[in-house]
């Protein structure tokens, strides 16, 4: 069975379904007999609807939005933390990413790192203003 058909199957399963069918739907519903999609956001879209899928993409633009703010290439941190982040998120196109524990530490360390930096920055102005003006 090719993945292409598992995929068709869930989208066609998540189009009967728009609120999702839960955490185990893979038990009640195997797609193509071998349980769950095989990719990321159609796991998301099978188990929590599209809402669900809908609060998955905000938060995946809040983490890049975060990144954005911290990108700087001279910092090597940033940089792997960005190329760690795009490769998973590519991976998860063929596997189902979501409860990866990677995952989860690389959105976690993105975020602290621009939480780090927005209160440098706030330090950085409020003690010399003009430099700002």
Not at 19 to 32: N, R
Not at 95 to 119: A, E, H, P
């Amino acid at each position: 069975l090719s993945r292409g058909a598992v995929w068709g199957d869930g989208a066609k399963l998540a189009k009967r379904s728009p609120f999702g069918l839960g955490p185990a739907f893979h038990v009640k519903h195997p797609l193509g007999g071998v349980g769950g999609a095989h990719n990321t956001l159609l796991e998301i879209l099978l188990t929590a609807g599209w809402l669900g899928l809908g609060l998955w993409l905000i938060f995946l633009g809040k983490i890049f939005g975060d990144l954005k703010y911290v990108f700087d290439k001279q910092d090597p941190i940033v940089v792997v933390l960005a190329s760690g982040l795009v490769c998973l998120l590519l991976n998860s196109i063929f596997l189902d990413m979501f409860t990866l524990r990677w995952l989860w530490l690389i959105f976690g360390m993105i975020v602290g790192y621009s939480v780090s930096k927005r209160r440098d920055a706030k330090e950085s102005k409020s003690i010399n203003p003009s430099a700002n003006a």
